[in-house]
């Protein structure tokens, strides 16, 4: 597991694991990692359901597309509210979000999901 190979190499190294969809836990999990570190440095934002939730784009529908919202922006703009503030305030640290080829390039396999990683693509730019 690469925590355990991180402390091998003398960098302490925690996980911490929570569904993004569900708010409460994962604002749990970031709490715990400030409660160990005193704060957290660098956020990084990769969520992945798995290809069992792509649609294409004539299949898309205002449904999947909330599903994505769901398990993509909002959880990553509840990350960003709970780690920013120290950050802006120690005027250091990095937020980094996995967006995929889609947020800047049209697949039409991946419309639903396309369409949210460009808005998480636009969110993390005006960042």
Do not use: C, W
């Not at 604002?27 to 934002?45: H, P, S, T």
């Not at 305030?89 to 979000?97: D, E, H, P, T, V």
């Amino acid at each position: 597991m690469i925590i355990s190979e991180l402390n091998k190499l003398n960098i302490e190294a925690k996980s911490y694991v929570a569904d993004v969809t569900d708010l409460p836990a994962l604002k749990q999990a970031l709490q715990a990692a400030k409660q160990d570190f005193g704060r957290i440095d660098v956020l990084e934002y990769s969520p992945y359901s798995g290809p069992g939730i792509f649609r294409h784009v004539l299949e898309t529908t205002p449904e999947n597309v909330l599903e994505q919202v769901k398990g993509h922006i909002l959880p990553a703009i509840f990350a960003v509210n709970e780690v920013l503030p120290d950050m802006i305030k120690n005027r250091s640290g990095a937020i980094l979000f996995t967006t995929g080829l889609s947020a800047m390039f049209p697949l039409p396999s991946i419309g639903n999901v396309g369409i949210v990683m460009s808005g998480l693509r636009n969110y993390a730019t005006n960042l």
